[in-house]
């Protein structure tokens, strides 16, 4: 029994340092204005995300997002515009509904600013302040 002890305290001794080192390389290797221009991108997703629910009245939506991306339905981004943000992504209502393109501008505190998107059920509230449906 020893000797597997020995070697179960090698493999985990292995394993830490091993973690240690990968954390120190990245933390060394990747700038901090990096890590904070991703964190940025990251919130302004995900008011983009919550802003797309709200103005369509759905929360079951599946989106394609920066931050969700799926080649099939398309290429999503997010950069910074001026002040704000711009987003863009696709979403559908579910497996049977096609997939719909949007692009979504935020201020700096991601507040809605314009929303364009591409969706025939909702050519009715086209003209709606911010809101601009493209048939």
């Known amino acids: 029994m020893p000797a597997l002890s020995h070697r179960i ?29 991703r964190a ?3 919130a302004a997703v995900l008011a983009a995300r919550a802003h797309l629910e709200r103005v369509l009245g759905e929360s079951e939506l599946v989106i394609v997002d920066p931050l969700a991306p799926d080649r099939r339905a398309g290429k999503a981004y997010v950069y910074r515009s001026g002040d704000g943000w711009q987003v863009s992504g ?12 949007f692009l979504m501008d935020l201020d700096r505190e991601h507040g809605l600013v314009h929303l364009k998107l591409s969706d025939r059920a909702l050519l009715q ?11």
């Open 9 to 37: 305290g090698r493999l985990l001794f292995g394993f830490g340092v091993g973690i240690v080192v990968a954390v120190t390389a990245y933390r060394c290797t990747v700038p901090p204005d990096m890590r904070a221009e």
């Open 40 to 42: 940025a991108e990251e």
């Open 90 to 101: 696709f979403y559908r209502r579910d497996e049977a509904d096609l997939w719909h393109p």
């Open 125 to 135: 509230r086209d003209g709606e302040p911010g809101l601009e449906v493209l048939p």
